[in-house]
């Protein structure tokens, strides 16, 4: 008799750029194909890391969309889809495929197994929403934080049973950051001086990530080093607003706004130091690819960020919402090659003993295999 393999489907809202998305995507890259027959299901819209995920052979979904408002009946067609492939565990991201993953699996008996993963936000969240994980919790056989501090507001916030709560922290592709490049040319195509020195970012343009306060640091930092760079890559509904600070401080020609790019790995690559300021987080991926590809790194002391930046090893963590403090450090560490050198290096060795994607894959594969 041949060995067992398991239908195993994620849902997700998409397979768009961000987080979440690019966990999808390394567990289907990691999990272990003779084990698992893995399946995509995007709720809302594809996405552009879709064609990421079928270039593994795996096939990528979208639900049949409604014209207009919200489908309130998706679970309806979730359910069927479950029935269709024979799906046995589902792994569900965030809300609304947690919600419809698991009411679908109710009228499903046949599914064996359900895994959420809660890939981390700004808590507390509204109260139709913990109020549905709460109970839609007590159908799941384990509920993941993506760090410690985001299960801790599962349990903190939403009452879910701390025995049902694990936590799993996300992961990074390393094989992505062995790229060659010429700098210097590089960043010329980018219109950026590479003579002086390129602190940069890549995140979403939100109010979580507390770019405005870089932004106000920046002066502060300009006297110190007016060749500076500041290379803000990514897209989001603060775009406009963010440009026209820029303007008002008067460091506009210092700061380059890229939009959304496809090429981090090249760009980390020509960071000098990567500054991430946000006001919430769980354990963003952004922090392993700067590590995973040997940046020094100042950030903001808030959610799973100590997790993955010890204090003095292998960067260096702020307060929020506190310019002075971004200034001061970036200063500070951009005037120290030595300890730049060294954080360089603590956080590729921090990376590859704990955020691989290898390795979180592996965790949730014997997540999988407890609960089937």
Not at 136 to 157: A, D, Q, R
Not at 322 to 350: G, H
Request: hydrophobic residues 40%.
């Amino acid at each position: 008799m041949g060995k067992i393999k398991y239908r195993l489907l994620h849902i997700t809202h998409d397979l768009q750029i961000g987080g979440l998305q690019q966990v999808i995507v390394n567990l289907c890259k990691y999990t272990d194909r003779s084990q698992f027959d893995i399946s995509v299901l995007c709720l809302r819209k594809r996405g552009i890391y879709a064609e990421d995920v079928e270039r593994l052979g795996i096939p990528v979904y979208l639900l049949t969309q409604k014209k207009k408002g919200v489908d309130y009946f998706s679970f309806l067609k979730v359910s069927q889809f479950l029935r269709a492939e024979n799906i046995d565990i589902i792994h569900s991201h965030n809300t609304q495929p947690l919600i419809d993953g698991v009411l679908a699996a109710l009228l499903d008996r046949r599914i064996k197994t359900i895994i959420h993963t809660d890939h981390a936000r700004s808590f507390p969240d509204k109260k139709r929403y913990m109020f549905a994980e709460w109970l839609l919790s007590h159908f799941v056989n384990k509920m993941v934080g993506v760090s410690e501090h985001t299960s801790e507001n599962l349990i903190k916030y939403e009452k879910i049973v701390p025995g049902k709560v694990i936590t799993i922290y996300n992961g990074v592709d390393p094989r992505q950051f062995n790229v060659q490049l010429n700098r210097e040319n590089f960043l010329k195509e980018l219109g950026v001086d590479p003579n002086g020195p390129v602190v940069g970012l890549g995140v979403r343009l939100t109010a979580q990530k507390g770019i405005t306060y870089l932004l106000k640091a920046m002066p502060i930092i300009l006297k110190a080093f007016p060749d500076l760079s500041l290379v803000i890559a990514g897209e989001g509904e603060l775009e406009t607003d963010l440009k026209n600070e820029s303007r008002g401080l008067g460091i506009s020609k210092n700061v380059f706004f890229l939009g959304p790019r496809l090429d981090m790995p090249l760009l980390l690559k020509v960071f000098d130091l990567y500054v991430l300021p946000s006001v919430w987080e769980g354990l963003p991926m952004v922090l392993l690819e700067a590590m995973a590809a040997g940046c020094p790194i100042v950030a903001t002391n808030v959610g799973g960020n100590s997790i993955a930046i010890r204090h003095g090893v292998n960067g260096i963590l702020v307060p929020q919402q506190n310019p002075a403090a971004l200034a001061n450090s970036i200063v500070d560490l951009l005037s120290n090659s030595t300890l730049m050198d060294k954080y360089s290096q603590s956080s590729l060795d921090i990376f590859e003993k704990t955020f691989s994607a290898e390795i979180m894959a592996q965790k949730y594969q014997k997540l999988y295999m407890r609960m089937i």
